[in-house]
């Protein structure tokens, strides 16, 4: 059976590193809830995003992504464009509005990410991104077990 601090640690991390950003977006004065967040970053993000794509990406169901992206259509973040590979989606853009806004999160996400770490040696750091990236990947097979697994 695994330690329960490991379950502890990873809770604690979590909702450590969620407050952080909280907070650097709060310092960012970004004022959107975070599913418009969300959907800001992946469209700025994917190339050739559609409301399709974006939907897979955030586990959302469509008419739920309809209505985050109508209100950052609203905001003056997003725009939509004809999609010359298929004519019945359209690509979703960052406005000039949405670029300035998501250099802003990347602000507030690098600002968490120092104060999460600045306590942490680059050896450290570079442990703790191998194991949770190995610790996420055998989540992510496990969930597709046909799937070949890559070798480290």
């Known amino acids: 059976m695994p330690d329960p601090s490991l379950s502890e640690s990873v809770h604690r991390l979590m909702h450590a590193y969620k407050y952080l950003l909280r907070e650097g977006v709060r310092k960012q004065n970004v004022d959107l809830p975070v599913t418009q967040i969300r959907a800001l970053k992946g469209i700025c993000r994917m190339p050739e995003c559609t409301a399709q794509s974006l939907a897979l990406r955030l586990q959302r169901d469509k008419a739920q992504i309809t209505r985050v992206l109508n209100d950052l259509i609203d905001a003056g973040a997003i725009v939509k464009a004809d999609n010359p590979d298929d ?10 509005r949405g670029k300035k806004l998501m250099a802003r999160l990347d602000a507030a996400e690098e600002w968490a990410v120092a104060q999460l770490t600045r306590n942490l040696e680059p050896d450290d750091l570079a442990m703790f991104l191998r194991i949770s990236n190995v610790m996420a ?10 799937e070949p697994h890559e070798q480290s």
Do not use: C, G, I, M
């Open 87 to 96: 004519r019945r989606s359209q690509l979703l853009k960052p406005t000039a």
């Open 137 to 146: 990947d055998s989540v992510r097979r496990a969930s597709k077990p046909d």
